[in-house]
């Protein structure tokens, strides 16, 4: 049995099963609901068993059609992808929950072909060898994802929406532009190989140049990062919940990947320079979620600063800040995640998501203001939870590398981040009387976004396990400590 | 099953699991809520009472998880721990009991008594913390488990206190943060140990030592509220006397108070702290803050806000006491520790009853309480007596080995100090028992309510009672065999003796 | 030596009147206060020297009675029941509770501070008689009688903290705190000054030494007639006889120190005779009778420290002398207060007597009004000041303009373009760069 079960490619199957249910859910719309939560647990039991397979065994290279790579495409799994596997599935599986209840029959019906389209371009994404395939399953993503937005309908939605189109092609163009540059110079698109080659040129020069500006523009770095609060803002929530959660990390993750693996020695001006931005990122992102009046619009901007805190490991450059780094990610995805469930409880209670009148909701949902409050600590790296052991690893690579600067903006992210989450959280604890009579919010999207949240804490204390697992296949082999 | 490794744990999550679970009680069940509140807080003691059976049997409990590679979170029972655990453990006993009669129909019980006891559960793992991350972990904890305590009323000035509150304390502990990573980079671990584990660092490193400890200190001082950083200890007053007695005798200030002995005894080493030279300075400040405190007591009519400087006081006379490098000293900021605690709740008792019973919030108001109130007011004057440090009560011990210590570390200045805040100390309690017990009352109470022929609900009466008892009896027994100066005695030789 | 019947009578001594003084307790006895004095009483019946060791209370005490103190505690037993008797005779019903716990209390200090046997314990003993007798001062007194206890009760507070220090600094310098052992180790210890001059201030506060005198003046003019009695026999008493156990006298000569004291003694009687002249009211009598007798206490210490040997031959006259000043004090308020009662005369006095305090006794007073309108008044009013300046400041709102407007200029898109564009080349030279160069 144990044989049998080693020898199915998980990986393949991960990213063949959302497509199916993608299927099945756009040919039979009134099923589509039961459908998608179906394939949402079948997805995830793929990808434990991919993690299995991974910490048993080591990394997985599994060739498509029997074709290896150059020709062919190959699927790669190490434990870097395995742990951004599991982070999609944990909160893919906590936003098809949600949305099982959120969505009515006719938004339904639009909204589970698009998202499992989306959940397999992303773990396609996570698999993939080589960059070309990441291309393909980023403008996938993307696509999905503008249409996502869009499902909200309304003025805002299809603003945001069309601003964001109009970004991730851009970003993506640049991306392919350099890809093509790229295959110009070596031959060759996969990652191994063109790592073995690599050689810098005017042409490779301009590659990276182009690769990081699209890859730095679809992640949202500041000073690009004025799509990012509109169209998160005004997705319906469980939309709003997988961008911030999971596709904006999807370009990180490939930035991530390119740097370690294919691009030329780091020079440090470079990370300094994009950890600098990462630093203002953090400020800025900060500020402005300090001084929104709507829920929605805050936990956006806060996913701007956060997304700034991923930037620090750049300048920092060991295996400790990398860690943190990873660290960062999956617990801002299920934080992030939980934080916009309880928003969309919220504006399902109400009918609005304004600030100042949380006090007359936030008694009526205790469930949701403990998740956004649990969220809110692993956002503000307060143990125990998952940001914290984030934020203890990053401050720890600064303190170790001498540059103690970037620790500041550690601090000072952590203490902006507590006070906006602080500012939503006061107003569970007032007198205010329940006046108007509110629309009831069925249970199980309370409790999802709880769930989530408590993964995020959790995450705090079990911190070894996922590291050891970061380091299966050694994406951080080419790095030296320190 | 390890009992030795589970222990520590299982005294920790008694109290965090049923939090847990009251917050999930309906507002109206009250005698399941009840009952909950007061097992746990048994189980709490009776695990405690084995504990410390244990450890005078010389039994090690230890329990480690792995955290981080390299980091455990280790709760572990040593002298001291044992010492905060039994105050902690006792002293919510009987602040349990008082809120269960305080909060009578108040809306959101619930919710109060569920982090009410998470609160106590932070406060435990501080104490039971063997390691600098897992009290950072816990006192982190302990910030986030009180807030909501102080905003439990929702009123606007709740709010105020609670965002001073946060100011202060998440700032402090950002900087605690950053003092132990800067800590554990050098150091490579941060485990406690008797008489400190950087001593073999001191060359190369010193500027960085002094640093990390002034870190350490300015993030520790926030919660022990030493000056400046005591600003959010007046405004919290705001919040219900059983969190005002929970507050100032048990969780967030000794937690503060207990993290600078740890860091100064079991991180740097008494001795070797003296050799770097950042005990003077920290005497000092706490000496500013004991005569600040007691000055800024003088002036206050709210009866809250009296007791919430005079606690500004106090605690520091506990950093005074590890911060001068003698033995008796120690012993005497030790015990202070014990003492203060149990003085500091019997008078917030009183305060909530007066408040509760006769709508009283002002010393101005309490002319003439005495003889309505007598129980009340005896338990208060005993509280208030052994603040001054009047024999035989708590307070006069630990005052007679801080004197005796400073004049054994050749600190003949902190006699000074110390005579000009008892002087203080009666200068703003005296007053108040007065007029309780010597001025004529007014015709009507601002808000009286009726318990029949008793002068206020036994859920009331019973804690500053027991409380006030507990303290003469720490004072005329404190040479008694099991007496917590003969415990804390037996610390501080461990700590001295090479 | 600590056999069951003298750890029993020596701990009942102090004991019994304190379990009285819980109300609960005595509500059923009649007579609770001579009651109190029984063991007192048997205690003077056993005619042999009685000490026991108490090592679990406090920091380890003992109570002790030898031929000396045997004395006092007689003096004791016979003013404390006289005054006793007072309390109840004159309207026939026993005086309320407040009264009767001050007094049991005061009782239980007063008899164990005598039976003390070492310095803590008389401290402790002291302290608890001190606070009991300003309870009676004051209890059931109108608002002068409360002024006047609050005098008392501010000396008190100070003597007691410069009774702390001393006892401070023999602790440190012995371990031994019984009263023969501290005064050798004080004498022969570096800086026997400090500790000398502690206690002499401590106990000259507290017996209404002059020029330390002004509560005794008004203490005798407000108390009632059975407080007034034990005027004499217990603060002034106790007090006198702490100065004799505590200083360090009979062991070392301190010139500069006697000297100095003699001639406080020596002015204390003449200002008495003065004083008492000038203002010739009878209700003070005793009270400037008083202050003469301490000051041949006083005289007769400076001698002794100046003269280690003189002292030592006479100096079991302490404890007769203040015996006799006991009584001789209670016997002459108790004459004085009958004399005032059968002429009528003491209300019109009252009248005249609190307007005539002469300007040298009225220092004190003036000295605390003004430091109280700096402390209540000055200082608030600068804080409050610094507070109105830090929240005008916080009301500027430029930032929030700034961060508004930032905003909005980073989504336009000529600016978002332009950046991506630099953010690119900027990476391809950087790279480039360090690629080059390395």
Known sequence: MALTIAAIPWGVMAILLPLVGALACFLSPRRANPLGLVTAFGVVACVAGLAWQVVAQGTQRYAIGGWGAPLGIDVYADGLSVLMLMATAVVGLGISVYSNSYFKRDKAVNFWPLWLFLWSALNALFLSADIFNLYVTLELLGLAAVALVALAGGADALTGAMRYLLVSLLGSLAYLLGVALLYHSFGCLDIALLAERMEPSPAVLAAVGLMSAGLLLKTALFPLHFWLPPAHASAPAPVSALLSALVVKASFYILLRLWLEVFPVTAAALGQLLGLLGAAAVLWGGLQALRQTRLKMLIAYSTVAQLGYLFLAFPLGSTIAWQGTLYLLLSHALAKAAMFMAAGNVLRFGGHDRIVDLDRVAQRLPLTVTAFALAGVSIMGLPPSGGFIAKWLLLEAAMLSGQWWWMIILILGGLLAAAYVFKVIGYAFTRAVMTHEARAVPATMEWAALALALAAILLGLVAPWPLALMEIGLPFGGEAAG | MNWNAWLPLLIVLSSLSVGLVIFFLPEERVATRTTLNLAAAVLKLVLVGVMIWGVVHGHHYVTRLPLLPGLDLVLRADAESVLFVTLSSGLWLVTTVYAIGYLEGSPHRSRFFGFFSLCVAATVGVALAGNLMTFLLFYELLTLATYPLIVHRGTDAAHQAGRAYLTYTIAGGALLLVGTVWLYGIAGSLDFSYRGFVAELADGHRAALIAIFALLIAGLAVKAALVPFHGWLPQAMVAPAPVSALLHAVAVVKAGAFGIMRVVSDVYGIEFAAGLGVTLPLATVAAVTIIYGSMRALFQDDLKRRLAFSTVSQVSYIVLGIALTSPIATIGGLVHLVHQGVMKITLFFCAGNLAETLGIHKVSEMNGVGRRMPWTMAAFTIGAFGMIGAPPLAGFISKWYLGLGALDAGQGWVLVILAGSSLLNAGYFLPVVYAAWFKLPADTWPAERSFGRRETAWALLAPPVVTALLTLALGLLASAPFSPLQWVRSITIREYTP | ?438
């Open chain 3, 1 to 438: 030596m600590n056999d069951a019947l003298s750890v029993f009578v020596l701990l009942s001594v102090p004991g019994l009147p304190l379990l009285l003084a819980f109300p609960a307790l005595r509500s059923r006895l009649s007579r609770p206060c001579h009651i109190a004095l029984l063991p007192a009483v048997v205690l003077l019946a056993v005619p042999d020297v009685v000490s026991i060791d108490v090592p679990w209370l406090l920091l380890g005490t003992g109570l002790s009675i030898d031929a000396a103190s045997r004395w006092l505690l007689a003096m004791s037993v016979v003013l404390w029941a006289a005054a006793a008797t007072l309390l109840q005779t004159p309207t026939g019903q026993p005086a309320d509770n407040c009264l009767m716990a001050c007094f049991l209390l005061t009782l239980a200090g007063n008899l164990g501070a005598i039976l003390a046997s070492e310095l803590v314990g008389f401290f402790a003993f002291s302290t608890l008689m001190g606070y009991g007798f300003y309870g009676l001062l004051v209890a059931g007194g109108d608002e002068s009688a409360r002024q006047d206890g609050r005098v008392y009760l501010c000396f008190l507070i100070l003597a007691d903290l410069a009774l702390f220090e001393a006892l401070l600094i023999a602790a440190a310098a012995t371990d031994d705190l019984g009263f023969e052992a501290v005064r050798h180790a004080v004498a022969r210890s570096p800086s026997p000054g400090l500790y000398l001059s502690m206690v002499l201030v401590g106990y000259a506060l507290k017996t209404g030494v002059w020029p330390l005198h002004f509560w005794l003046l008004l203490a005798f003019r407000s108390a009632r007639p059975a407080v007034a009695l034990l005027l004499g026999g217990v603060p002034i008493a106790i007090g006198l006889l702490g100065m004799a156990r505590w200083v360090p006298v009979g062991e070392i000569s301190f010139p500069d120190v006697g000297l100095i004291v003699q001639g406080l003694g020596l002015a204390a009687m003449l200002y008495a005779i003065v004083a008492g002249l000038k203002r010739a009211q009878l209700k003070l009598l005793p009270a400037y009778a008083a202050i003469i007798a301490t000051g041949l206490f006083a005289i007769a210490l400076g001698t002794g420290l100046a003269d280690p040997v003189a002292w030592n031959r006479y100096d079991n006259l302490t404890q007769l002398f203040i015996v006799s000043l006991g009584f001789g004090l209670a016997g002459l308020t108790t004459a004085i207060r009958w004399l005032e009662a059968r002429d009528h005369r003491s209300a019109a006095l009252a009248r005249q007597v609190y307007n005539s305090t002469p300007w040298f006794e009225r220092w004190p007073g003036a000295v605390v009004h003004w430091a109280a309108r700096i402390g209540f008044d000055t200082l608030p009013r600068l804080r409050t000041l610094w507070l109105a300046e830090m929240g005008r400041l916080r009301r500027a709102r430029v930032w929030k303009r700034t961060l508004d407007g930032s905003e909005r200029f980073l989504q336009r898109w000529t600016i978002a373009i332009s950046l991506f564009a630099l953010f690119g080349m900027v990476v391809a030279a950087f790279v480039g760069a360090s690629s080059w160069i390395g």
